[in-house]
């Protein structure tokens, strides 16, 4: 079997390991950042859309996406866990491991993906009330959720084609794509919902048809028979040696994930408590929080994928400094935009509400609190990236669970018991979680920078 890396992926190697760490970490991570920036606009407007529809459409796909966001966890957390260990046997040279492993991990996508639509398609109102979904949510929504597990399907593949792109540092192809695919969400979606007065449903068909786009263009890309990258049949491996270093970053990363987003719709279901349109306000609470931590999230990314290849080609110490750079960026990030959806938090939550000003009054008493989260957050992704480039993944688990389960779902149940604050409480407990956060990575930053220092720059 050959496989052999194209005179790009020679370049790109070259570079990772031997130029300057901030050229490296501003080259993989800054279009990251930028197609994460704007699939949060998109995303924003598309809630905006809803909101044309009715403010209960709003809240039924508010409730839904943390559902779909549970279930893509699989997913994702194998796209993360997977991909690390691609660039690391890029980093060190191992090209034909490469190949084995971009081609197995697709397979695993295929099967997760199977048993996935199998399990759920057929049975959706159960599953639906057993996530405890208001019966008006799974009224209007429970079709839009069955054409969003096909879609889901299709975004495992896509997720694993990102991060192999990621890995060769093709992140310019990454946000050309998904630039592509966002527009073509966005234009069908406006189509369905102004000029044909679509419900939901006709949304989840934009967000199938759009990823579509994204999946047609991995099977062209990855189409390169004797590339490394390439997907071949005859490179899948079930072999417990190529899968198992494989499963076991991917699986605390998918346990994680989905734990997180489950947790979220813990957090939706507890609110309810104040009324439908609560959930619906933190969604779009959520959704504004985003336009910080997403640009972070995508610095998250990029510094995860150099900081793995570097330590395949061992250089521990230039994956320590891509991490100290990511870190800097994260909190300038996360002060200036927090600053920015403030002054203008107003403007942003009455574009939501569809002319309702008490729901935006409840947007914006919500957001308020969560942006205190804005460099917290960026800390606690920045860390996140370099436990992942490292392989700690079973760090990462505890850290996200400790978010969701420790931080947020205890904290809003004292709101709801022993306070009257009312619907205060869903912002109150975002803020209280994501300041939370970011102090619990800075304890795990400083206990794991002197275990990468003894375990490997001793050495050097």
């Given at each position: 079997?050959?496989?052999?890396?194209?005179?790009?992926?020679?370049k790109?190697?070259?570079?990772?390991?031997?130029?300057?760490?901030w050229?490296?970490?501003?080259?993989?991570s800054?279009?990251?950042?930028?197609?994460?920036s704007?699939?949060?606009?998109?995303k924003?407007?598309?809630?905006?859309?809803?909101?044309?529809?009715?403010?209960?459409?709003?809240s039924?796909v508010?409730?839904?996406?943390?559902?779909?966001?549970?279930?893509?966890?699989?997913?994702?957390g194998?796209?993360?866990?997977?991909?690390?260990?691609?660039?690391?046997a890029y980093g060190?040279?191992?090209?034909?491991?490469?190949?084995r492993?971009?081609?197995?991990?697709?397979?695993?996508?295929?099967?997760?993906?199977?048993?996935?639509?199998?399990?759920l398609?057929?049975?959706?109102?159960?599953?639906?009330?057993?996530?405890n979904t208001p019966?008006?949510?799974?009224?209007e929504?429970?079709?839009?959720?069955?054409?969003?597990l096909?879609?889901?399907v299709?975004?495992?593949?896509n997720?694993?084609y990102?991060?192999?792109?990621?890995?060769?540092?093709n992140?310019?192809r990454i946000?050309?794509l998904?630039?592509?695919?966002?527009?073509?969400?966005?234009?069908?979606?406006?189509w369905?919902?102004y000029?044909?007065s679509?419900?939901?449903?006709?949304?989840?068909?934009?967000?199938?048809i759009?990823?579509?786009?994204?999946?047609?263009?991995?099977v062209?890309?990855?189409?390169?028979?004797?590339?490394?990258?390439?997907?071949?049949?005859?490179?899948i491996?079930?072999?417990?040696n190529?899968?198992?270093?494989?499963?076991?970053?991917?699986?605390?990363?998918?346990?994680?994930k989905?734990a997180?987003?489950?947790?979220?719709?813990?957090?939706?279901?507890?609110?309810?408590?104040?009324?439908?349109?609560?959930?619906?306000?933190?969604?779009?609470?959520?959704?504004?929080?985003?336009i910080?931590?997403t640009?972070?999230?995508?610095?998250?990314e990029g510094?995860s994928?150099?900081?793995s290849?570097?330590?395949?080609?061992?250089?521990?110490?230039?994956?320590?400094?891509?991490?100290w750079?990511?870190?800097g960026?994260?909190?300038?990030?996360?002060?200036?935009?927090?600053?920015?959806?403030?002054?203008?938090?107003?403007?942003?939550t009455?574009?939501?509400a569809?002319?309702d000003?008490?729901?935006?009054e409840?947007?914006a008493?919500?957001?308020?609190?969560?942006?205190l989260?804005?460099?917290?957050?960026?800390?606690?992704?920045?860390?996140l990236?370099?436990?992942?480039?490292?392989?700690?993944t079973k760090?990462?688990l505890v850290?996200n669970?400790?978010?969701?389960?420790v931080?947020?779902?205890p904290?809003l149940w004292?709101?709801?018991?022993?306070?009257?604050?009312?619907?205060?409480?869903a912002?109150?407990?975002?803020?209280?979680?994501?300041?939370?956060?970011?102090?619990?990575?800075?304890l795990?930053l400083?206990?794991?920078v002197?275990r990468i220092?003894?375990?490997y720059?001793a050495?050097?």
């Open positions: 079997m050959k496989a052999e890396l194209s005179k790009k992926d020679e790109f190697l070259a570079f990772s390991l031997g130029a300057p760490v050229k490296v970490v501003l080259r993989v800054l279009p990251l950042a930028l197609y994460q704007l699939n949060q606009l998109f924003i407007l598309d809630s905006m859309m809803a909101a044309h529809i009715s403010p209960s459409a709003v039924a508010a409730y839904l996406s943390q559902i779909n966001l549970t279930l893509s966890a699989l997913g994702g194998l796209a993360v866990g997977a991909s690390i260990k691609v660039s690391q060190a040279g191992q090209f034909e491991l490469v190949k492993r971009v081609s197995t991990l697709f397979a695993m996508c295929a099967v997760l993906g199977a048993a996935l639509l199998l399990v398609a057929p049975n959706a109102a159960g599953f639906l009330r057993l996530m019966e008006e949510g799974i009224k929504g429970s079709t839009y959720f069955v054409i969003e096909f879609a889901l299709v975004t495992f593949f997720n694993v990102i991060a192999i792109e990621r890995a060769r540092g992140s310019g946000l050309r998904n630039m592509a695919v966002i527009l073509m969400k966005l234009g069908l979606t406006a369905f919902v000029g044909l679509g419900g939901i449903t006709l949304i989840s068909m934009a967000t199938l759009s990823q579509g786009l994204l999946f047609l263009a991995a062209i890309n990855l189409n390169q028979k004797d590339n490394a990258f390439g997907f071949s049949l005859k490179a491996s079930m072999k417990w190529i899968m198992a270093p494989m499963l076991r970053l991917s699986f605390p990363v998918m346990v994680e989905m997180f987003s489950l947790g979220k719709v813990v957090v939706n279901s507890m609110s309810t408590v104040y009324g439908e349109l609560t959930v619906g306000a933190l969604g779009i609470s959520n959704n504004i929080g985003g910080t931590t640009p972070q999230n995508g610095f998250q510094a994928a150099v900081i290849q570097n330590l395949g080609g061992g250089k521990p110490k230039r994956a320590l400094q891509a991490f750079w990511t870190l960026i994260n909190i300038g990030l996360g002060a200036v935009l927090m600053t920015f959806s403030l002054l203008f938090v107003g403007p942003i009455r574009m939501f569809g002319g000003l008490e729901f935006a409840m947007i008493g919500i957001y308020c609190y969560e942006a989260g804005a460099i917290p957050l960026g800390i606690n992704s920045a860390v990236g370099l436990l992942y480039g490292f392989g700690r760090i990462t850290m669970f400790c978010r969701v389960f931080f947020r779902i904290v004292a709101l709801q018991t022993f306070t009257d604050l009312g619907s205060s409480s912002g109150i407990v975002m803020g209280v979680s994501n300041v939370c956060s970011g102090l619990l990575a800075v795990i400083l206990i794991e002197k220092k003894r375990t720059c050495t050097q």
